[in-house]
């Protein structure tokens, strides 16, 4: 089998296509050939060496992936040959093989692609809207970086839990994306004031701001919350932030940490709940996964690099093509 390893943290240049050996399946276990695998912004930050995980090296970046069932071992019942299933590990390869209980089958409704880059972005979301924050039906949110992943994720569960929500994105092709997702109006980040043009829309103030980007945009969105509004820190693509503490106690505003990824290592069993919770309402045609844009492995490095300079709308793809 071909994969992606990295050989030392520090730099995505220390990527490398090596051949490995196929491991044997050992009861319940499952042979995957990988259709497609998510990219996501936290694989080039633990390869460089900058996540608060450092992996032991040589590893072999990337995690959920859709694969097709080319194998089965002899006690495995609940899957066959042929069965098109969605993993939360498997790498950047063209093989997996995985335990046949931490796999579920793939809705028809989503596209390989499409499978292998919805979980990080939609059970943040759902981490975020389910146990971390206080959601009412009607409530104004402003979603920041709606444009990529994440935030269109938050702007699709949040219209489906009938928030009104409002997207803030860098670039036409990244507001209409969240528009396409139900947000009632946009907001260009680099032309147009956030904070007062946020207030105009919501008439004094949204009631909760959904923040994967932090950097400069971070104070005035908090300045931007209604009384008792929820400021929710999803991550810093833009660089930490330093929040003024007087204007979290003024007007009683809540700054409420989501770090789902942390949480999933201490809670798997509730979080394949949670993965089959939001499965199910993309079958039921409540939540919309955008299509990614598609990379073939062998231009990985690229990939990475787009995601960090901000060039793509949506999510990403990797598909096992390593010529």
């Avoid at 859709?66 to 006690?75: C, F, K, L, N, P």
């Avoid at 009938?162 to 860098?170: F, P």
Wanted: proline fraction near 6%; aromatic fraction near 6%; include cysteine.
């Amino acid at each position: 089998m071909k994969a992606l390893q990295v050989q030392q943290l520090g730099s995505l240049d220390d990527i490398e296509i090596v051949e490995i050996d196929s491991p044997d399946l050992l009861p319940g276990q499952i042979r995957v050939a990988i259709l497609a695998s998510g990219l996501n912004y936290v694989d080039s930050l633990m390869i460089e060496g900058k996540y608060q995980i450092k992996p032991a090296v040589p590893y072999r970046p990337g995690s959920e992936i859709v694969g097709r069932v080319i194998e089965v071992a002899s006690d495995v019942t609940n899957l066959k040959i042929g069965d098109r299933v969605f993993s939360p590990s498997g790498g950047f390869a063209d093989e997996a093989v995985l335990s046949a209980t931490r796999v579920i089958p793939i809705p028809d409704q989503l596209s390989d692609g499409q499978g292998a880059t919805f979980m990080q972005s939609y059970l943040t979301a759902w981490f975020a809207f389910h146990k971390r924050a206080q959601v009412r039906e009607g409530a104004t949110m402003l979603v920041l970086g709606a444009g990529g992943g994440v935030g269109l994720a938050a702007v699709d569960l949040g219209v489906a839990m009938g928030m009104r929500v409002i997207a803030a994105a860098s670039s036409p092709e990244k507001r209409q994306l969240a528009l396409d997702r139900g947000a009632f109006a946009a907001i260009d980040v680099l032309n147009e004031d956030v904070k007062l043009r946020t207030r105009e829309l919501c008439g004094g103030g949204v009631d909760m701001v959904y923040d994967p980007v932090g950097g400069d945009l971070a104070e005035p969105c908090l300045r931007a919350l209604a009384p008792f509004g929820q400021y929710l820190v999803v991550g810093f693509v833009g660089g930490i932030p330093r929040l003024p503490a007087n204007h979290v106690l003024l007007t009683n505003r809540t700054v409420v940490g989501v770090d789902w990824g942390a949480w999933v290592g201490r809670n798997i069993e509730e979080n394949q709940g949670m993965l089959i919770e939001v499965l199910a309402e993309i079958a039921e045609g409540k939540l919309h996964p955008v299509e990614p844009v598609t990379y073939p492995m062998s231009k990985a490095v690229q990939a990475m690099r787009d995601l960090q300079d901000r060039k793509i709308a949506g999510k990403v793809a990797l598909v096992p093509v390593f010529d």
